[in-house]
């Protein structure tokens, strides 16, 4: 079955630093991957995938994630962090053999001003 | 991608008691999912239900505490019977549009006093 971590609890980066929020994942067959983040108080929110083709991936909100075959990591960046960036992300896993998707732990992101 | 009408949105229910979530999608959809996140904690997979056939259950959920109904496709209900203050979660459907295009309901938020 497929699984996936999120080494990091926490976060914090100052306003206008680069951020990265790891992930690494295991799946027995080809893996789709995925980054939501929630607010608080709000649903799930789509933020990129994965599923074939380039490396980077680039999705909302000017998050970007790389994905790297070898290391079986897909973390989450980007350039310059915004306050309004902290919330909630969860990394998440399909394996192209299921359709359900599992979660990640969760890292909670917080930018300060 | 899939539009989700989830409800209720929040209720707060006495233990021993029951309470039915809603999920309705705007089209189609073989497959539906549904959640728990439980206090500060990831999305676990409770079950996922296809139409016209029982739903399939992961590793620590039963069709008794949690019985799903799915009559269609476009509708579905997880009941959380028998509650404790344990089940005081976050519940959310999901569905996946063609290969990869999950989308989530804005949740339920269950408190149990």
């Known amino acids: 079955a497929q699984s996936v971590a999120q080494p990091e609890d926490q976060v914090n980066v100052a306003e206008g630093n680069p951020l990265t929020v790891k992930c690494t994942y295991s799946?027995?067959?080809?893996?789709?991957l995925f980054w939501y983040v929630q607010y608080p108080n709000r649903g799930l929110q789509f933020l990129l995938k994965?599923?074939?083709?380039?490396?980077l991936v680039k999705g909302s909100y000017g998050f970007e994630a790389e994905f790297n075959k070898s290391q079986t990591s897909f973390h989450l960046k980007k350039p310059s962090a915004l306050v309004s960036d902290s919330a909630l992300y969860f990394c998440?896993?399909?394996?192209?053999?299921?359709?359900?998707?599992?979660f990640g732990a969760g890292t909670r992101l917080t930018v300060k001003p | 991608s899939a539009v989700i009408s989830q409800k209720p949105s929040r209720d707060i229910c006495q233990r021993g008691t029951s309470l039915t979530i809603q999920c309705q999608v705007d089209?189609?959809?073989?497959?539906m999912f549904w959640y728990r996140q439980q206090p500060g904690q990831s999305l676990t997979l409770i079950a996922t239900?296809?139409?016209?056939?029982?739903?399939?259950?992961e590793s620590g959920f039963v069709i008794d505490k949690f019985p799903i109904s799915r009559p269609n496709l476009t509708f579905s209900t997880l009941t959380v019977s028998n509650m404790s203050p344990e089940d005081s979660s976050i519940y959310l459907c999901?569905?996946?549009?063609?290969?990869?295009?999950?989308?989530f309901g804005s949740g339920t938020r269950l408190t149990v006093v």
């Open positions: 239900a296809n139409q016209g056939s029982e739903a399939t259950y």
């Open positions: 999901s569905v996946v549009i063609g290969k990869h295009g999950y989308t």
């Open positions: 994965y599923i074939t083709g380039d490396n």
């Open positions: 799946v027995s067959g080809n893996p789709y």
């Open positions: 089209s189609q959809v073989t497959m």
């Open positions: 998440a896993v399909r394996d192209s053999g299921n359709n359900d998707m599992r």
